[in-house]
């Protein structure tokens, strides 16, 4: 367990998608596989809980998080030239280099002298972020970290889908491992951890890893030809136990909301029924934007700010591939 003292979330943005694909939309492309298959259409929001998941068809990771870097600046009282370090925490990448985060450095138009490299750790990305840049304010070595993700699910759908409907080997058992791949989204965020007083103050965090289980989820591919396969029964059941034990170290009491990973509607219920949560308390994004990586939870935060009120709690429960597990405390200001 790590504790802070005046670390702050200050602000928060957003980028939406260009445009949504729903469910049924992808059922419909695979009509011939579930007539073939005798698969029942309503399958992938019936088991999932995901209505629609949004696309930028023509935007790279960059992209994406630039927009919303400089919705951050236009929202909010932070300038550019305040930041000191910005880390890029996404899943998808430009590159294999340079950095995403050469290029969103360049374009938000950030000083010469701030720091910039990317952070990967799968879904948890961001949530890695903001624990590291609390340690890094509070050991005075910045003032002002930015933290920004760009995910982009076109790429992995629109090829998955082509992959599908080419094989003519598939069958009910054998397709099951993909249908991971249609839960996935896209979304950006940019948020700032600082020194100075924000919407939030970041009171302490949690993490642990179960590494042994790190072949449950593995993605494959560069931007034009990715691929996903997942056990996901499994990386359900070993993920939430994951976070069952992450857990242990709060109180269960003293939350009024919680910030979950969007996976779907299965892992979030089994989610709050093992660790005991109030489900009153939840905010969901994934119905609509489906499983966003590591823009997932800060979305979510962000799509949760018009109901939380001042002097609130707020657990934040990240979960990554791999396998790994942080919790935040946050109260709101």
């Given at each position: 367990m790590q504790e802070f003292n005046n670390i702050y979330l200050h602000s928060i943005a957003i980028t939406e998608p260009d445009m949504f694909l729903s469910s049924a939309d992808i059922e419909q492309d695979l009509s011939s596989i579930y007539d073939r298959l005798k698969l029942p259409f309503g399958r992938i929001e019936m088991q999932t809980g995901v209505i629609s998941r949004g696309f930028f068809p023509d935007q790279l990771p960059s992209q994406i998080a630039i927009r919303a870097g400089k919705n951050l600046f236009k929202d909010s009282d932070i300038k550019a030239s305040e930041i000191d370090l910005l880390i890029y925490c996404g899943v998808c990448r430009d590159y294999l280099e340079p950095s995403t985060a050469s290029s969103i450095h360049h374009h938000l138009?950030?000083?010469a002298d701030c720091e910039s490299f990317d952070l990967s750790n799968a879904c948890l990305g961001v949530v890695n972020g903001m624990s590291l840049a609390s340690k890094l304010v509070e050991a005075g070595r910045y003032k002002n970290i930015m933290l920004v993700t760009g995910e982009n699910s076109y790429p992995l759908v629109s090829k998955m889908l082509e992959f599908l409907k080419k094989d003519m080997t598939l069958t009910r058992k054998s397709i099951k491992k993909y249908f991971a791949n249609f839960t996935i989204g896209s979304a950006g965020v940019a948020l700032v951890v600082s020194r100075e007083k924000g919407i939030a103050k970041i009171l302490r965090e949690n993490?642990?890893?179960?590494?042994?289980t790190y072949q449950l989820c593995q993605g494959e591919g560069g931007p034009e030809g990715l691929s996903m396969e997942t056990d996901s029964e499994t990386l359900m059941r070993e993920g939430i136990n994951l976070a069952k034990d992450c857990w242990g170290q709060f109180s269960r009491s003293v939350f009024d909301h919680y910030i979950c990973h969007q996976v779907g509607i299965h892992h979030r219920n089994y989610l709050f029924d093992q660790l005991g949560l109030d489900l009153s308390?939840?905010?969901?994004?994934?119905?609509?934007?489906?499983?966003?990586?590591?823009?997932?939870?800060?979305?979510?935060?962000?799509?949760?700010?018009?109901?939380?009120?001042?002097?609130?709690?707020?657990?934040?429960?990240?979960?990554?591939?791999?396998?790994?597990?942080?919790?935040m405390e946050l109260r709101w200001i």
């Open positions: 138009g950030l000083r993490s642990l890893s179960k590494t042994s308390k939840d905010t969901t994004t994934f119905d609509r934007y489906g499983n966003t990586g590591s823009a997932a939870l800060p979305l979510t935060l962000y799509k949760a700010i018009p109901k939380i009120k001042a002097e609130q709690n707020l657990a934040l429960l990240g979960i990554g591939s791999g396998l790994h597990s942080t919790i």
